[in-house]
């Protein structure tokens, strides 16, 4: 299983950016997915999580209100939807498997950029 995280870009601050997040080599049905974000020198944070079923959905603090998660399970893909994007949400974004407390086959990250 490979993931792949797209979707980034430059934008102006209060803007918008869909990312999404491809699952290659198995099925979106059976997996959990997850959002991190990383800032240069500093740890990777969670951002959001998405259960198998579209109702088990779950923010960070500073994600809540402006970002949603879903997922099409037919075209293997999961999407974070960020809208109102700050400064401070610039950073490398990945996605990764979610399996009981801990994140695997992370796949290669896109750069947002929040910048007027």
């Known amino acids: ?24 080599g198995g099925y979106l049905d059976y997996f959990a997915i997850a959002w991190f974000r990383q800032d240069p020198g500093t740890e990777r944070r969670g951002v959001s999580c998405i259960g198998i079923s ?6 960070t603090d500073f994600a809540k209100g402006r970002f949603a998660v879903s997922r099409d399970n037919a075209k293997n893909t999961v999407y974070l939807q960020m809208n109102d994007l700050q400064p401070e949400d610039t950073a490398v974004y990945y996605c990764a498997k979610w399996s009981y407390g801990h ?14």
């Open 54 to 59: 579209d109702g088990n959905t779950y923010y």
């Open 103 to 116: 994140a695997s086959d992370w796949g290669q990250g896109t750069q947002v950029t929040v910048s007027s």
């Open 1 to 24: 299983v490979q993931l792949q995280a797209s979707g980034g870009g430059l934008v102006q601050p209060g803007m918008s950016l869909r990312l999404s997040c491809k699952l290659s």
